[in-house]
């Protein structure tokens, strides 16, 4: 059974950092693709960025430049490195694996009933 835990989560200015990180365990030896999603009060979660498998990372449009994800594959941990932060990046952060990870996947509403989630980890960008 895969279990993942994030943490990093707190309250900053906007134009701060923070940075998020996500340990799964239980992992296959096959690995699994693994992201970072978002959720704020009212609205549907949402993609922020993936890693696949052989390295490749994915971002929705409006993180780019501004955050990075990165994996430590022998650990499986996951980190995101936020900068440049804006009250609009508020939210409840989500670390994910086993989900699909292509260009487009924060165009579509993740399915909580597939792949592994953590219990979220608060994010709170104040002007």
């Known amino acids: 059974q895969v279990e993942v835990v994030e943490y990093g989560g707190d309250s900053v200015q906007a134009g701060g950092s923070l940075r998020l990180s996500c340990t799964a365990s239980g992992v296959p030896p096959s690995g699994l693709a693994m992201g970072w999603y978002r959720q704020r009060p009212g609205e549907e979660r949402e993609g922020v960025a993936c890693i696949w498998l052989d390295g490749s990372t994915y971002y929705r449009d409006t993180v780019k430049g501004r955050f990075t994800i990165s994996k430590d594959t022998a650990k499986n941990r996951l980190t995101l490195q936020m900068d440049s932060l804006k009250p609009d990046d508020t939210a409840m952060y989500y670390c994910?694996?086993?989900?699909?990870?292509?260009?487009?996947?924060?165009?579509?509403?993740?399915?909580?009933?597939?792949?592994?989630w953590g219990q979220g980890t608060q994010v709170s960008v104040s002007s």
């Open positions: 994910a694996a086993g989900l699909g990870c292509y260009p487009s996947f924060y165009r579509n509403t993740p399915r909580t009933d597939r792949g592994y």
